[in-house]
């Protein structure tokens, strides 16, 4: 009687051990200076949610700060080389800046009216802000935090994209239907653009040669060359090169679906994917052909997407559909539809790939899927809702900023 007693204590034990050996040595090991936060703007409540993402076996998922910013934020960025955060705020006008590592709003930076997005330089040292209400595009020093250059630009620019070398910033004016084209060496608008009906969304390949902006008013992509020349003449002249001989161009305007509202270009680069939200549909496009390749019905009114860094995924928002489409690049078809809160939309995937991180716009809260990877090598991945976390009243934008915190070096 005493062994079977000690053999249904014994083993369980044994076996609870043995659980969480095997679950621990899964986990990803992360020491006392590694951090990785998702940061979420909360429009109607004028403030910035942060949740860990390391993945604590015991507490999992929590929201270390609820952070006031300005009025009505919006959009949000992370600086690439050092553990600042920058926020803007639409209602009132100006950047917050939030120290990463203490999770406290640490500047505030004034801009001009009614901005909406923010981009910020592959070196850290500046960001751009679109000002919608202004017309009109802010250059800051980062180092400084300050306006260092106010650039005119055409009429409601909604977004500033910064190219990957750091020499070009392409702006869109929505009511002008044109792009205007800053270099930043010599803070000029070099060229102004016509290309289609209300420009939305901007990406830029990772050579820099050519940027594709979508327009949502007509159903097009428009492809636009981006060069360099004669900017030292146009700085003489103050003026930017309007007839666009010897400078950036419009190379094609490609027919997609109707209201294309984003875009998202795959990591290596060879495809372009644009987000048709009228029409449930996505847009393959070719770049180095500018040609469209396909398009495919995803869901009620995609808004946006990511595609994993290995090329093989991209997870698409349908808004009108309450789920996440997840489409198999190489396959070309969805693969799985992931049920979320109401109306998602901004979307971030985590450092490891592991997690998919979903702002629910209607319901006030950010769902978080688990991407398990398949045992087997055909096997297909799995894909489970993990938690629920409620942020504020209509989120906007999230950004997911990893780091190795320096103020612990410094015995701060």
């Not at 161009?249 to 372009?272: C, I, N, Q, T």
């Amino acid at each position: 009687m005493r062994k079977l007693l000690l053999i249904a204590v014994v083993v369980p034990l044994v076996l609870a051990a043995g659980w969480y050996y095997f679950s621990a040595r899964r986990l990803p090991f992360y020491g006392p200076r590694y951090h990785e936060y998702a940061y979420i703007t909360n429009g109607k409540s004028n403030t910035v949610t942060v949740i860990d993402l390391t993945n604590d076996p015991v507490k999992g998922f929590t929201v270390v700060k609820t952070l006031q910013v300005g009025a009505d934020p919006t959009g949000l960025a992370a600086n690439p080389k050092r553990n600042e955060i920058y926020v803007v705020n639409t209602g009132s006008s100006n950047v917050s800046v939030i120290d990463a590592e203490q999770n406290k709003v640490v500047d505030s930076i004034g801009v001009q009216g009614r901005p909406y997005f923010i981009d910020v330089s592959p070196d850290g040292h500046r960001a751009y802000v679109a000002n919608s209400g202004s017309d009109n595009v802010s250059v800051l020093d980062l180092d400084h935090r300050a306006v260092v250059a106010t650039l005119h630009v055409g009429r409601s620019p909604g977004l500033a994209r910064v190219s990957p070398d750091g020499s070009t910033v392409v702006v869109t004016n929505r009511a002008d239907n044109s792009v205007s084209i800053i270099d930043a060496a010599h803070l000029v608008v070099r060229s102004a653009i016509n290309l289609c009906i209300h420009p939305e969304d901007v990406a830029i390949l990772r050579d820099s040669s050519k940027a594709f902006i979508s327009c949502s008013g007509s159903g097009q992509v428009a492809s636009v060359e981006l060069r360099k020349n004669n900017v030292k003449n146009q700085v003489a002249n103050a003026q930017p090169n309007t007839n666009n001989v010897e400078n950036d161009r419009l190379l094609a305007l490609l027919d997609v679906g109707k209201s294309p509202v984003s875009l998202a270009l795959k990591p290596d680069g060879g495809e372009l994917i644009a987000f048709n939200f009228e029409a449930g549909s996505i847009s393959i496009v070719e770049t180095a052909a500018n040609e469209v390749s396909g398009s495919y019905l995803v869901g009620n009114e995609p808004s946006r997407g990511v595609v994993s860094a290995d090329n093989s995924r991209l997870y698409i928002s349908n808004f009108g559909s309450n789920n996440i489409a997840v489409y198999d690049v190489d396959l070309g078809k969805i693969v799985a539809y992931l049920s979320v809160g109401t109306h998602p939309d901004a979307l971030a995937l985590s450092e490891n790939q592991n997690y998919l991180l979903v702002l629910d716009s209607g319901s006030g809260d950010l769902a978080i899927i688990q991407k398990r990877t398949p045992k087997k090598k055909f096997e297909p991945s799995e894909y489970s809702l993990l938690t629920i976390i409620p942020v504020g009243m209509q989120p906007n934008q999230i950004v997911v900023k990893s780091f190795l915190a320096t103020k612990l070096l410094e015995g701060r």
